[in-house]
């Protein structure tokens, strides 16, 4: 149990973000959950809500400052995510770049804030929600797949940085989860009836929905980081998914690209060549 320590948690109003902030708060945790749609107030969950939008700085300071009255972060949990499905092809620049901005510049923003906070206090805790799409690519998701490439790189120099001020930082790798919403998963505006993709993208996209739905418990995830971060060291990564997602990660660094490949492309476009 982290009776009496505080955790803020981005990304805490839907999804593996408040499966995580829900479980942290049962675990003792006290939990300062951020999102765009809170309005300050706390549930009869014990968690507290306050206005967060990630790729905003302003409301990252707020956010932090808020937070700072009620108490200084022993970890920071980040959460905060979406992507947008299309092409690369097609997929505008303007979508890459909010897709950018909101997983891994976001997580940037946060961290500026609570690292000198951390450094101050003489240590903590940070987690950043990656994916298996840090780890390979799939069709379809390439700002998603960028964005959080981006995230994993970035987690190793932070934590090579963070660790002679006491600073753990861990990535957690969800494979896929019944947990997310499709208001988080537009599809990009081109990807019409009209686009050459336009068969490959319905057999990925319908592919890609249906192993969320038939995804691994969020509940259970939840409960998993919030016993890791009890612990006093946590590791720098922490991939929870299923077997198949385990192998698929196997396959793509063991097997080589041209197999890598030929499987994918077998799994989530069947009807092109
Ligand atoms: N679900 C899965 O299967 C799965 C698999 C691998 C990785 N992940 C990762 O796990 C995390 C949660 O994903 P999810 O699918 O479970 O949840 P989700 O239902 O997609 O929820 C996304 C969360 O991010 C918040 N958010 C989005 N834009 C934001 C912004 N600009 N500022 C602040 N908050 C913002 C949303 O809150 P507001 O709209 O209220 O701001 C919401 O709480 C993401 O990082 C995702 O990449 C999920």
């Known amino acids: 149990m982290s009776e009496g320590k505080t955790v803020w948690v981005t990304g805490g109003s839907s999804g593996l973000g408040l499966h995580t902030a829900r ?5 003792g945790w006290r939990v300062i959950a951020g999102a765009r749609s809170f309005d300050g107030s706390e549930g009869e969950d014990g968690i507290l809500r306050l206005p967060l939008d990630v790729t905003d700085d ?4 707020a956010f932090c400052r808020r937070a700072m009255e009620i108490a200084p972060p022993d970890a920071l949990v980040q959460c905060a995510g979406m992507l947008v499905l299309g092409s690369c092809e097609e997929t505008e620049t ?10 891994y510049l976001g997580m940037v923003r946060m961290n500026r804030e609570v690292l000198p906070i951390m450094r101050k206090q003489g240590g903590g805790k940070i987690v950043m929600f990656s994916s298996i799409n840090g780890l390979l690519g799939i069709p ?40 997310g919403s499709d208001k988080y998963r537009p599809h990009a505006a081109a990807m019409t009836a009209e686009s050459p993709y336009a068969d490959a993208y319905k057999s990925a996209t319908e592919r890609i929905r249906r192993d969320e739905t038939n995804g691994s418990d969020p509940d259970v995830l939840g409960r998993k980081v919030a016993r ?3 612990r006093k060291r946590i590791p720098f990564r922490k991939r929870i998914a299923s077997p198949d997602q385990h192998l698929a990660v196997y396959i793509h660094r063991f097997l080589g690209a041209r197999i890598n490949g030929v499987v994918l492309r077998k799994y989530y476009i069947r009807k092109n060549k």
Do not use: W
């Open 23 to 27: 479980a942290l708060r049962e675990d």
């Open 94 to 103: 303007e979508e890459f770049r909010r897709v950018m901005d909101t997983n």
């Open 140 to 179: 379809f998701q390439s700002a998603y797949t960028a964005s959080k490439h981006a995230i994993e790189g970035y987690a190793e120099c932070l934590a090579l940085e963070g660790k002679p001020f006491g600073i753990q930082v861990m990535l957690v790798e969800p494979g896929d989860h019944r947990s």
């Open 228 to 230: 890791i971060l009890d």
């Open 58 to 61: 302003e409301s990252v300071r």
